[in-house]
């Protein structure tokens, strides 16, 4: 059995101070990449690859390009750089949803990241003069940030 190949959906916008790739893999699975300044091109090329040793080696090629190449050598650097913040994040709930757990990663990622902006903030190197003595901890910046989205109303910005 083969997959049939197809070409992979390929969408640049062009900002004034950013680039915009949108890369949809339609014959391989619904997968969808997105990146902002990461790429100067996107081309398509077929890849060789090897799995098994000695008389099991079999040898086959995958269809590629450099938006798919970038994911596949860099989507294990998010485990290893911010495991941590993210483990500290806690945030856990039993489902049998598959995709819970890459949202709450994605969760994770986004209050240990706006825990570094703040921190950076508060040494002064975003904002000149902004310096903050006693910083909060990122627990108590979780609770506040906890506090603030449990009084967000998303039907204020129509008002």
């Known amino acids: 059995f083969f997959a049939k190949y197809i070409e992979p959906v390929i969408l640049v916008k062009e900002e004034d101070q950013y ?5 949809s ?3 391989t699975s619904s997968c969808n990449l997105m990146s ?3 790429m100067s091109e996107n081309k398509n090329f077929v890849e060789a690859r090897t799995r098994g040793r000695k008389q099991n080696k079999r040898y086959y090629v995958i269809e590629q390009n450099l938006s798919r190449l970038l994911y596949l050598k860099t989507y294990s650097r998010i ?3 911010d495991h941590m913040m993210i483990k500290n994040a806690n945030l856990k709930y039993r489902t049998w949803k598959y995709w819970h757990a890459p949202v709450n990663h994605a969760k994770g990622l986004a209050i240990a990241t706006a825990y570094d902006i703040y921190r950076e903030v508060c040494e002064g190197h975003l904002i000149p003069n ?5 910083p909060i901890d990122p627990y108590t910046f ?3 940030l906890s506090r603030q989205m449990c009084e967000y109303d998303p039907w204020s910005l129509f008002r």
């Open 36 to 38: 902002v300044n990461a």
């Open 19 to 23: 680039e915009i790739v949108h890369t």
């Open 130 to 134: 902004s310096s903050v003595k006693n």
């Open 142 to 144: 979780q609770d506040i």
């Open 79 to 81: 485990d290893s750089i």
């Open 25 to 27: 893999f339609q014959s």
